[in-house]
């Protein structure tokens, strides 16, 4: 059986090019970079503006105009997330018909369009142009001579998830278009995130042969794809399925911790307090040191926690027990040895970082490695 969409993935030898990857995420965004006559480096953009010296891997996909104007805009870090008129979560506006993550209602795409200042192409256009320029300016900075950079062939990667319409996949490459971004390649995030993952363990333990799962869990998609390595010299990999996923990310997990508050205090009090810098600083400590570090027991609170955790982690669980379900039947169907198994799940992206949801996908499935790569949030943009 052919799977949909396989393709064996190896290294290209392009040669004095400088390749820039964009993940333009739900809630972050990051850029990273390499030359193609030094395939081996992969750097990640760290600084960015208004993270207040912060070494960050990634901003938030965020974007802010001034009232009464279309082009004075802050972007990222530099946007006040106090602000009622921000606008955020910009990817998932792009094709109002899809699903929505929960907790977001069904009417939100067209609430939000309706705010803002121009099409969303163009407010897409002005945020993929402003982190780019940016970008730009930060490989110019790393160099002894900026013009260095202007010997170089450009060639830029747009990394999309893999549950995207073929409408949202149109309206990302127009805004890219729009932006100066040209020419541009469209990437899955498990792909991407594959490609880098695999190819960083390839000297920590991975053998020919051995198959893996690639599950990118984001802001506001989870993604997943299995491959075989071929071999490790050439690098070489073989799409065992077709990337799979679900619109079951990290903004499910805020929006159900923000429905428990709502439930505790009740809803007039949650009305005032929601409009508080105190709840939304009490937000971005969840977001950023709570939810990664929660561990499902020996916790405070443990109970409501789990309440909260729970619907997110168990779709994700779905999902990867149905990419391994796939995997094994594509092997069987290639006449392999059906004992071979599963080597690997990697956990990669934002939310992939959760050490509650390792240790439900560790009890889940027994004698498989669950590993979080230590560049998890930056690994889809590698």
């Not at 443990?302 to 039947?329: G, Y």
């Amino acid at each position: 059986m052919k799977v949909p969409g396989s393709t064996i993935l190896q290294e290209e030898d392009d040669r004095d090019s400088l390749i820039v990857a964009l993940d333009f995420g739900t809630t972050f965004s990051g850029i990273a970079y390499s030359f193609s006559t030094d395939t081996e480096k992969i750097y990640t953009i760290t600084e960015w503006p208004g993270a207040e010296a912060r070494i960050v891997p990634k901003t938030p996909t965020a974007i802010w105009y001034a009232p009464h104007t279309y082009e004075s805009f802050d972007w990222g870090y530099d946007v006040d997330m106090s602000i009622a008129d921000k606008i955020t979560a910009l990817k998932l506006l792009f094709d109002p018909g899809q699903r929505r993550p929960y907790p977001l209602p069904d009417n939100f795409a067209e609430t939000e369009i309706a705010k803002l200042p121009k099409p969303v192409v163009d407010v897409a256009a002005d945020y993929m142009e402003a982190i780019f320029k940016h970008a730009m300016e930060e490989i110019e900075v790393d160099s002894v001579d900026p013009s260095f950079v202007d010997c170089f062939q450009k060639k830029f990667i747009l990394t999309v998830p893999a549950v995207w319409s073929d409408k949202a996949k149109s309206m990302t490459l127009a805004a890219a278009r729009k932006a100066g971004i040209s020419p541009v390649e469209m990437i899955t995030e498990p792909e991407a995130a594959a490609l880098y993952t695999l190819h960083s363990m390839k000297s920590k333990g991975l053998q020919p042969g051995d198959a893996v799962v690639i599950c990118d869990a984001g802001g506001g998609t989870v993604d997943l794809v299995s491959y075989e390595i071929l071999s490790l010299d050439p690098f070489k990999l073989k799409a065992l399925t077709a990337p799979s996923g679900g619109v079951c990310g990290s903004l499910m997990v805020n929006g159900l911790f923000e429905e428990e508050v709502r439930k505790t205090v009740g809803d007039t009090a949650y009305s005032e307090l929601r409009t508080t810098y105190a709840y939304c600083s009490g937000l971005t400590d969840f977001d950023t040191v709570i939810k990664p570090a929660f561990r499902g027991w020996g916790d405070r609170d443990n109970e409501a926690m789990v309440r909260i955790f729970d619907p997110v982690v168990k779709e994700i669980e779905s999902l990867v027990a149905e990419q391994i379900t796939a995997l094994r039947l594509e092997r069987l169907e290639m006449d392999e040895k059906p004992e071979k198994g599963v080597a690997a799940i990697f956990l990669v992206g934002g939310f992939g970082s959760s050490v509650y949801l390792k240790s439900i996908l560790e009890k889940s499935n027994p004698g498989v490695r669950v590993i979080q790569p230590r560049e998890a949030w930056s690994a889809i943009v590698k």
